[in-house]
């Protein structure tokens, strides 16, 4: 059976929020500013440990539902209201950058 701890800093957290930007929306961000890009292992220990997604277009909070890698990349993939109908929506992502070598 696979575990994954919680870490001292992880003390009294209740998630993490992974920031989507309004004008460009394809990487994860850890600051509302969106400023600073999560690296793959920081958005992957976000994922398992429990995060929430904070959509640019309606303010609102989602789930990740899916963490993938490819080429050394990272990605959370999420249900995204797509605002045509109250039961239409989309699967989106946001990546984060590769981990410096």
Request: neutral net charge; glycine residues 6%; contains cysteine.
């Amino acid at each position: 059976m696979d575990k994954i701890f919680q870490r001292a800093e992880d003390k009294n957290v209740a998630a993490v929020v992974i920031y989507e930007k309004a004008t460009e929306s394809t990487y994860a961000y850890k600051d509302s500013a969106c400023t600073t890009k999560f690296t793959t292992s920081e958005l992957k220990n976000a994922f398992l440990k429990g995060a929430v997604i904070a959509l640019a277009s309606n303010g609102g909070y989602v789930f990740p539902v899916k963490y993938a890698e490819s080429e050394s990349v990272g990605s959370v993939y999420f249900i995204k209201p797509n605002g045509t109908t109250a039961t239409s929506a989309d699967i989106a992502s946001l990546a984060g950058v590769a981990d410096p070598s």
